[in-house]
């Protein structure tokens, strides 16, 4: 209790002397963890944290340095939620929130720090017990989703209200893909058609790819045209990310590792595990790439693999010297996937009716806990928008 005292008063002594650079450092020195609670001891630690710790640029870049050390030499804070439904067949995330697809037409929003469900969310614009699934993306303000039985959805990512639902590509016509960018929401159906919906204020800038079972395309989103490649890029699509200007793409059941393309120079920036795993999800944050592996038939296990995106596309780099992170979850059963997605600080892993939580950062320690079904709110439908 003294020594807790004599750290207030040096720290105090510190803040009358206006000794901001030495503060400033004794705070870059603690783990996250205690950063975390150094900002609720007062409003002054808390302003001084969050002005000269968090929005400072040079401490700031210390901070993120340390992050990828984190990320990649340490062993991560790991907290797993049971949901107990096994049908996830889609997830996506980012910092806040967690959403998980299902194959019944129906998904859930759960909060990333807490593991506590926010809402449902009924993807199919008719309720069905029958196989319909559902795929997702997330964007700043909206959450997005399509459906095997062709439903385009779009809500507020703050409290699942409903803001719009139709089949813009047929009534009979499934969608595969969907793309949730600051201005557009763009979805990809079997007939090779692509919506544009404007104006649902959430690709990469002005570009976005479209994957085809035999080909991708460059898209120019504010002139609403394909960029004509010099030669076209010829490439079985099952799943793919993009930032401008490679694409990141996996073949599911048709080929093995990951294919990465420059979409201007339509060239091969290079072909990763190509004579290892067949991958099926694919995912790309600001540094990181993440790919889970396809279960073809009754894997046991199924690898998750992270790469760092900026050694990829490096080729001075020779494949032997790419760093990755692997890691293997039981998919539950025959033809059940493993999915997997990364935030800022953690990757996040959906496998049988689990949800796992890996934080790099390690500024929180979760409690691992079940789900009841008596905890599940109600569904956000059709009558949201009444």
Same mark, same amino acid.
């Given at each position: 209790m003294e020594s807790i005292e004599m750290y207030s008063e040096i720290m105090n002594g510190l803040f009358e002397l206006d000794l901001d650079e030495i503060i400033q450092k004794i705070f870059l020195n603690l783990d996250p963890l205690s950063l975390k609670n150094c900002k !609720? $001891? !007062?409003s002054e630690w808390f302003e001084f944290i969050q002005k000269r710790v968090w929005n400072s640029k040079p401490a700031n870049k210390q901070l993120k340095k340390r992050l990828m050390n984190q990320w990649k030499f340490s062993d991560?804070? =790991?907290?797993?939620y049971d949901e107990g439904i096994s049908e996830l067949n889609f997830l996506v995330g980012d910092d806040d929130m967690i959403v998980c697809g299902y194959t019944r037409g129906m998904a859930r929003v759960y909060d990333v720090s807490t593991g506590e469900l926010s809402f449902q969310l009924q993807c199919s614009s008719q309720p069905t017990r029958r196989y319909d699934e559902v795929q997702l993306d997330l964007g700043k303000t909206v959450i997005g989703s399509v459906t095997d039985t062709g439903d385009v959805t779009i809500w507020n990512r703050i409290d699942g209200t409903l803001l719009y639902q139709s089949k813009p590509h047929g009534e009979y016509e499934s969608v595969y893909g969907i793309k949730v960018t600051d201005d557009f929401v763009l979805t990809g159906a079997g007939d090779g058609s692509l919506v544009i919906l404007e104006n649902i204020k959430d690709a990469d800038g002005k570009w976005a790819v479209m994957g085809t079972r035999e080909s991708i395309k460059l898209w120019d989103l504010e002139e609403h045209e394909l960029v004509e490649n010099v030669k076209p890029i010829k490439v079985k699509v099952w799943m793919l990310s993009f930032k401008y200007p490679n694409a990141f793409v996996v073949g599911g059941k048709d080929w093995n590792g990951v294919q =990465?393309?420059?979409?201007?120079? !339509? $060239?091969? $920036?290079?072909?990763i595990l190509k004579d290892e795993k067949p991958y099926h999800n694919i995912h790309l944050n600001e540094r990181f790439l993440t =790919?889970?592996?396809f279960n073809r038939t009754n894997n046991e296990a199924c690898s998750v693999a992270v790469y760092d995106v900026l050694e990829l596309i490096d080729t001075t780099i020779d494949k032997t010297n790419l760093w990755n992170m692997n890691s293997a979850y039981s998919p539950g059963g025959f033809f059940k996937q493993v999915n997997a997605v990364s935030n800022m600080t953690s990757l996040i892993v959906s496998h049988t009716s689990k949800i796992s939580v890996l934080n790099f950062w390690k500024d929180r320690i979760s409690l691992s806990r079940e789900f009841l079904l008596a905890e599940i709110p109600n569904t956000r439908q059709n009558s949201d928008s009444d």
């Open positions: !609720c $001891v !007062c991560p804070f =790991i907290t797993q =990465i393309w420059d979409m201007v120079m !339509c $060239v091969q $920036v290079r072909h =790919i889970s592996e």
